[in-house]
């Protein structure tokens, strides 16, 4: 197949797992394109069968804001035409679904079929899409996709309920590639971070309000009192001046390290102890099945698809939102007893690999051909 992938290039969720996504489809032998307006962050390196299109917006005077929906809809027909694509699979309803929508129209009048698969991945349902800005046209274009898959059954409930929906949606869960994210003797990391044994935690996120990093910091502030303990706080974004203040006041950042963004983040999962995603929604929690496929299990809130991947009791433990004693809590269960905190390192493991990339990506081959099978 010929795939264009339209996505994010930055660090959200949604546009690493379009790239991941892109690339698996390209190493089976498909011919892939990203579309987007700067090289994803996970498509570093050269990979066969793998394009990418950088949508270039041109400024003009009369223009306060450069109209990208429409640069990037004539990047679409432009390669699509070019090509000769399949189809379109675009992440993130805002604003690709809506441009898919005009690009697939655009081809149709030249007598091109291109149908586009839309995947919701979280944030485009649950907070920016039901936004009276944006709802009408999100609902016009959930509906007018070709294929609609969501990442959880959360995601999907959220979807139904927030819209006016009147066609299937596929479940498909988010994926890790064990290539790159498992568990591998990095010891020298963890004596250079924890000199005198002190257990490990780590928390990444983009640092968004959703996120509630400055619950880590509480939460971290708790299990430091009754185990010595080093943070490591992974990644950058709108509320990480704020945090950093915030850890600097209460704790002067001692045990607290921020490391802004790594792209080897499996490197420092590889010495954690315990992930902590405290985060207010989450339609998946993609960074918390990636901890637990490099055996770090997770203390996390039960919002969302959370449960879907961290099993509470067993591979981690779910507390509510905002309530940072019951999650300092479920940690001291772990880091107090050893063979409890190991035993939840290789449940969490285990549960990881229901994730694996190589069991997810037939999902999506499948789905790509039911949905060529119907145009
Ligand atoms: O929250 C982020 O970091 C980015 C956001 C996005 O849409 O780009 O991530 C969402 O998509 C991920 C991949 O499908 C999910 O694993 C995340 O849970 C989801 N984030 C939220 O729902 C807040």
Redesign the pocket.
């Known amino acids: 197949m010929k795939i264009g992938i339209v996505c ?1 290039p930055t660090y ?6 379009a790239t991941e996504l892109g690339i698996a489809m390209a190493e089976k032998g498909h011919e892939v394109h990203f579309i987007t307006y700067r090289t994803p962050v996970r498509l570093a390196g050269y990979h066969a069968n793998v394009f990418f299109h950088e949508v270039e917006g041109d400024s003009y005077p009369l223009f306060e804001y450069a109209p990208y929906d429409t640069a990037l809809a004539s990047k679409m027909v432009d390669i699509a035409s070019f090509y000769s694509l399949d189809l379109f699979h675009v992440h ?1 309803a805002i604003p690709h679904a809506a441009v898919a929508f005009l690009a697939r129209n655009i081809l149709k009048n030249k007598g091109l079929h291109v149908p586009f698969i839309t995947t919701l ?4 349902i ?1 907070l920016v899409g039901t936004n009276k800005s944006f709802k009408p046209v999100v609902e016009f274009t959930i509906n007018a996709s070709d294929g609609v898959t969501v ?1 959880s059954k959360s995601l999907k409930k959220d979807t139904l309920n927030s819209f006016d929906i009147q066609r299937d949606i596929k479940v498909i869960h ?1 994926f890790v590639d064990f290539r790159r994210f498992r568990k591998t003797d990095k010891n020298h990391f963890k004596k250079a971070i924890a000199p005198n044994g002190e257990k490990l935690l780590i928390h990444t ?2 640092f ?1 309000k ?1 996120k509630r990093v400055q619950d880590v910091i509480n939460i971290f502030q708790i299990i430091a009192k009754e185990v010595p303990s080093k943070l490591l706080l992974i990644g950058d974004g709108p509320d990480r001046q704020r945090v950093e203040e915030y850890c600097r006041d209460v704790c002067q950042c001692i045990d607290v390290r921020f490391l802004g963004r790594q792209d080897a983040v499996e490197e420092l999962l590889a010495v954690a102890d315990l992930f902590i995603m405290p ?1 207010a ?6 960074a918390a099945l990636e901890a637990m496929a490099c055996e770090v299990p997770v203390i996390s809130t039960n919002i ?2 959370i449960p879907e991947v961290n099993i509470h009791g067993q591979t981690g433990f779910l507390s509510d939102v905002g309530d940072v004693e019951d999650m300092a809590k479920n940690a001291l269960i772990l880091l107090k007893d050893e063979e409890k905190l190991n035993q939840f390192k290789q449940n969490a493991l285990v549960q990881a690999k229901k994730f694996d990339i190589t069991k997810i990506l037939p999902a999506y081959e499948a789905y790509y051909q039911e949905i060529l099978s119907k145009v």
């Not at 991945?121 to 485009?124: K, L, N, P, S, Y």
């Open positions: 994010y959200g969720g949604s546009g690493v797992l993130y991945h979280g944030t485009d649950t990442v988010n996120s983009n968004r959703l985060s929604a989450e339609s998946f929690g993609l969302g698809g």
